[in-house]
């Protein structure tokens, strides 16, 4: 007897085990599936923790169902938390779509709350970085290209070069020394003195001879 109602007991001990896990597997699979009925986030423009290099105008976020148009909000906001978004974010089946206000090079952050079709809401947040190429240098000054008023390039014919070539050609044409005329008087003179200094010799010879 006491055999027998230890067996029961065993029997019962192990109808309960089993029941046990098969509730625990129910409820694994009932919390999994209420899960994936919910919307979750698949992607985003741009990418979560992504860095580009051109500024967005809007980022759009895709999920896994459609979105209900009611209550779907994104912010978007700089490093210092001031909100650069345009307007109200615009719902497409599966896609959120929200406007940006020009932007500049650094982190933002996208914050979300969507309700998903079986009305529960969804929120989360996300990042992306921007890295704007550097400004291109500015263009050369004008002032390079402009004639250069350095007295030393002043024009050739400033140059007082060509007084001294005029200056010398006066000179020259207006010389101060003896005359031709006067000239042709002295040579007559030493000439006139030879000839009288030759004949004065030969008489003298003759008278001494």
Do not use: C
């Amino acid at each position: 007897m006491e055999s027998e109602g230890k067996k029961k007991l065993i029997r019962i001990s192990v109808g309960v085990a089993v029941l046990s896990m098969l509730l625990a597997v129910l409820s694994s699979l009932a919390t999994a599936l209420e899960a994936s009925a919910h919307a979750a986030l698949r992607s985003m423009t741009p990418a979560a923790g992504s860095t580009v290099r051109t500024a967005p105008t809007k980022v759009v976020l895709t999920f896994n169902e459609p979105i209900s148009t009611s209550f779907a909000t994104v912010t978007v906001t700089d490093a210092k938390g001031g909100s650069v978004t345009s307007g109200r974010a615009v719902v497409s089946g599966e896609t959120v779509t929200q406007q940006l206000e020009p932007v500049g090079s650094g982190r933002y952050t996208v914050a979300f709350r969507v309700v998903s079709e079986d009305g529960h809401p969804v929120s989360q947040k996300v990042s992306f970085t921007v890295a704007l190429p550097a400004a291109s240098s500015t263009s050369p000054s004008t002032a390079s290209s402009t004639p250069s008023s350095d007295p030393g390039s002043a024009s050739p014919s400033a140059s007082p070069s060509s007084a001294p070539t005029g200056a010398s050609a006066t000179v020259a044409g207006t010389d101060d020394g003896p005359s031709t005329a006067l000239l042709w008087g002295l040579g007559v003179v030493v000439l006139a003195g030879v000839a009288g200094g030759a004949l004065a010799w030969q008489r003298g010879r003759r008278n001494g001879e």
